[in-house]
């Protein structure tokens, strides 16, 4: 048994885990509808595979992963693709995102799953592609996709979080409990991958049953199930890796920089069951709990599942003003409509009555009491930083380390004074990152304009010296040419040429020389006309396109002027 | 179905400013108590008026500043400004003097400057600072204990309460002045000599600084305040005393006991340098504003001019709060790791 450290501030707010940890995780029915988003993790959205009206079976490949750092999405039942189109998903401000939508059939049948009991003998890119395929993310909060995360030299520590430590959420209280066998040997796949010598894995001490549970699964091993004392936020994976290890993860570093690897107990079993059984990532086990729900407990839920209808499968009853929250009290946020869909990283859909989690409470003047800043995981002063989020002083923000803000809120939780603080954090960071993206907008173009400048001028020069070149070579050629002519005379010579272009023209007559006009300026017209509409369709600035119009117009008019004078001259030949 | 939209954290602790201004109230009362055992019902008196005259000015405040009054005054905290004052006045102040300074600490020290969470100077001690200035001999004539001579009654302080002349309570020099104004005589000598020393510091002066050390500790425990500031303020002043106790000759400057246990020591130590509006905000620069606290605090007991120095030392360290704070900003997680890197 390794030591247990500690890690600064952290709050121990109500558990409220026994309303929904008592039952086993029941199977939440199909609904008529599935809603998937393309984009259920961090990463680049994936692209659509599918095209609407086709039968889709459940397992299949809707969506790949578009590129290293994003994940596949798979049909969680059988059906017909009704639409691809925006929906609003699960995100606080109400965004709308594209969402594959599949009108299930009711047989939920499945395509054949491809199983790879022998995955030892992979090698470790291959499994790296299953899991990739497979449409796995972290399924703890942030929804990083596990492939990019497993794929890191020099790991000698894999830690395995079941720290679980919101209040209210027992999903994966449940699922240590109930799937320990699976979560060894996810943690088996996830050590042969990460090559990590030493497997430790964190359980919060309010969970007796899933620290024997996984003990039990896991004996004949030589990894560490740790009992961490219950505290906000020690599920954070920074957190839990100064917990475990005594050591922090340096500011804007990742835990691989000290050779750990973090790793959900979720994520493993979904590997698990990736690699082992060939089943992609369809589904997912949400906590349904709060007040307003009858039949709270824990439930196996298709990905894509419109909150709604476990809702109404949970025996929700909404009062006035009700909340529906995605997440858990401290980190959760309240659901715009019910209607959105349950996503890979959805482990708790919580509906509490007023009196549970009342909102309405009036916030007083910051007295500076510092109980935040004795609570903050990430040793800020939140007291000093609500004074310059409130005055928008952002250099003040960035010396205060505004960035460094997790979000977790204790603070908000501990303020006498109940105020907003991580409201207050989130719209200044916002306001940062827009001014820094017009900054950096602004830094653009005038690297632009000073690099068309530098052209302009480099093009202007460029001009003048072969002017002064062709200046050069003419007179030297005149030089030349005067000097080899030797006895015969320029101006005799240019007399001769006069008198044989008349001859010539005489001879052709002037109605030609008019045709070869005509058709020359028809031709120019022609090339102008072009020019202009061109112009247009790549949207050229106004003054150039004036320019051009007028310059067609003054074709047009010689163009006129001369047919009009060849028909004079052919007038009397007629 | 309309859902709320609100943001997150959902879920709040229970404890409200009002709360905590309460709590600080209730860990008065040891004090209090002690301090009304040693000079009479006047202790009472003073509160009340301070009270009252700092509620009627928090509301004009307010009322003229466009806030809400009732929800404003319910925080309590104009009600902890006026009893710190009335704590520090003599007992048996008459009412225009309490009325003057709960209007300097609460409509000039806190209003003027935005209210509740905006003053750079502790309240109470701009009010104490501005009458001691205005009044001297109000301001020092502390009344003797009960052990030495008569308290008055009920009546009698009623009647001192109004800036009636009829009553005069029996005065006499604080152990603080004794022990500053001592020319000569060793400190057992002195001891011998007056009657208002006790077995540590003055007659009374000890028990009253036991209890407010007492209801400070209880504070400590319900985690109202950290420890760094008193711990700061009473480990200087410990020191400073110890440095200069010179043997206990004529010229000592008193024991540390004598100084922990004198004057408004845990008063201030407990309930005024607690005051996180106008102290410095880390864990870190509490503990450098309490230590230079309890330092300017025996500079002035010693060889200032003034019957008691915390009033002064406080406003001082104000002035250096947001100095400190500048340079003891605590690092973030993960700053340690990222220098030992470099």
Not at chain 1, 29 to 50: M, N, R
Not at chain 1, 336 to 356: G, H, M, Q, W
Not at chain 2, 170 to 184: C, I, S
């Amino acid at each position: 048994m390794s030591a247990i450290y500690s890690f600064h501030g952290g709050i121990h707010p109500e558990e409220h885990k026994s309303e929904s940890n008592t039952s086993s995780i029941q199977a939440a029915p199909l609904p008529s509808y599935l809603i998937l988003p393309v984009s259920q993790h961090i990463g680049a959205p994936a692209k659509p595979a599918v095209s609407v009206g086709q039968r889709v079976l459940k397992g299949e490949l809707i969506a790949h992963a578009d590129g290293p750092l994003s994940a596949a999405v798979h049909a969680s039942s059988s059906g017909y693709i009704v639409a691809i189109e925006p929906q609003i998903v699960a995100h606080p401000s109400g965004l709308s995102d594209t969402c594959i939508i599949i009108e299930t059939d009711g047989r939920d049948e499945a395509m054949p799953a491809t199983p790879h009991p022998n995955w030892q003998s992979y090698e470790i890119s291959e499994l790296l592609g299953l899991i990739r395929d497979q449409g796995i993310t972290g399924l703890g909060g942030a929804g990083f996709p596990s492939a990019y995360k497993l794929n890191s030299d020099g790991i000698h520590t894999l830690i395995i979080n079941g720290v679980e430590c919101e209040p209210y959420i027992t999903a994966d209280d449940r699922l240590m409990r109930e799937r320990s066998d699976l979560l060894g040997q996810g943690i088996n796949i996830l050590q042969h991958i990460t090559g990590a010598q030493q497997v430790l894995i964190g359980i919060e001490d309010n969970k007796p049953e899933a620290i024997k549970a996984v003990g039990t699964a896991c004996e004949d091993r030589d990894w560490t199930v740790a009992s961490i004392p219950t505290k906000y936020p020690s599920g954070g994976e920074k957190q839990l890796i100064e917990l475990l290890t005594g050591k922090q993860v340096p500011r804007r570093g990742i835990p691989a920089d000290l050779g750990i690897v973090c790793q959900n107990v979720a994520t493993a079993v979904a590997i698990a069951q990736a690699v082992l059984e060939g089943q992609p990532l369809i589904s997912r086990i949400t906590t349904l709990t709060g007040e307003r729900i009858a039949n709270k407990g824990n439930y196996e839920v298709r990905l894509g599942t419109p909150v709604e209808h476990l809702l109404q499968h949970g025996g929700y009853t909404p009062e006035q003003s009700q909340k529906v929250i995605m997440g858990g009290p401290l980190m959760g946020f309240t659901l715009p409509d019910p209607r959105v869909p349950i996503v890979k990283t959805t482990n708790c859909i919580l509906a509490p009555s007023k009196t549970e989690l009342a909102s309405d409470t009036q916030s007083q003047p910051c007295i500076r009491c510092g109980h935040c800043a004795d609570v903050c995981p990430a040793s800020l002063l939140p007291q000093q930083l609500y004074w310059y989020a409130k005055s928008q002083n952002h250099e003040q923000l960035n010396a205060h380390n505004l960035a460094d803000c997790i979000e977790c809120g204790a603070c908000a939780y501990v303020c006498p004074s109940a105020l907003p603080l991580v409201q207050f954090y989130r719209a200044a960071k916002a306001e940062i990152k827009e001014k820094s993206i017009e900054q950096r907008q602004a830094d653009i173009a005038k690297t632009r304009f000073e690099a068309r400048l530098a052209r302009l001028e480099r093009d202007a020069a460029e001009r003048e010296a072969t002017r002064a070149a062709r200046k050069a070579e003419a007179k030297a050629k005149a030089e030349q040419d005067s000097r080899f002519a030797g006895e015969e005379d320029p101006v005799q010579a240019a007399i001769e040429r006069a008198k044989a272009k008349k001859a010539r023209l005489q001879q052709n007559g002037e109605p030609n020389s008019l045709h070869s006009k005509i058709e020359e300026l028809t031709a120019k017209l022609e090339r102008a006309k072009f020019g202009l509409e061109r112009a247009h369709m790549s949207g050229k600035e106004e003054k150039v396109l004036t320019a051009l119009s007028a310059s067609v117009q003054r074709l047009e008019r010689l163009l006129a002027s001369a047919q009009a004078k060849q028909e004079q001259a052919q007038e009397p030949s007629e | 179905m309309m859902l709320q939209q609100v943001s997150s954290p959902h879920l709040r602790a229970a404890r409200s400013t009002d709360e905590i201004m309460l709590r600080v109230l209730l860990a008065l009362v040891p004090g209090i108590i002690a301090m009304a055992h040693f000079f009479g019902p006047g202790v009472f008196t003073n509160i009340i008026v301070a009270c009252v005259s700092a509620a009627l000015c928090e509301s004009l405040c307010l009322s003229m500043r466009d806030r809400p009054v009732l929800s404003s005054l319910k925080d309590y905290s104009a009600v902890v400004t006026a009893v710190l004052l009335a704590l520090a006045l003599p007992p048996y102040s008459p009412w225009w003097l309490i009325a003057i300074g709960t209007i300097a600490a609460i409509g000039l020290a806190k209003h003027v400057f935005g209210g509740l969470g905006n003053n750079p100077f502790n309240p109470a001690m701009v009010g104490y600072v501005v009458l001691l200035i205005s009044f001297p001999v109000h301001m020092t004539q502390w009344t003797a204990p009960s052990s030495l001579a008569t308290i008055p009654g009920i009546l009698d302080s009623v009647l001192a309460a109004m800036g009636s002349e009829a009553y005069d309570a029996v005065t006499m020099a604080t152990p603080l002045d004794l022990m500053r104004q001592n020319d000569g005589l060793m400190v057992s000598a002195l001891w011998q000599q007056y009657p208002q020393f006790g077995r540590f510091s003055g007659v009374g002066w000890e028990w009253i600084n036991l209890a407010f050390l007492a209801g400070g500790v209880w504070l400590l425990q319900q985690k109202i305040f950290t420890w760094h500031a008193p711990m700061g303020m009473l480990t200087t002043l410990g020191l400073m005393s110890a440095l200069f106790y010179d043997g206990g000759s004529s010229a000592s400057g008193g024991s540390p006991l004598f100084h922990w246990l004198s004057g408004a020591t845990m008063l201030g130590a407990f309930f005024i340098i607690t005051d996180p509006v106008s102290g410095a905000t880390s864990n870190l620069g509490r503990l450098i504003f309490g230590a230079l606290v309890g330092l300017l605090v025996y500079c002035i007991r010693v060889w200032g001019s003034y019957p008691d120095a915390v009033a002064f030392a406080v406003l001082m360290m104000n002035f250096a709060a947001p100095f400190i704070d500048y340079y003891t900003q605590p690092k973030p997680y993960g700053q340690q790791a990222r220098d030992s890197e470099k």
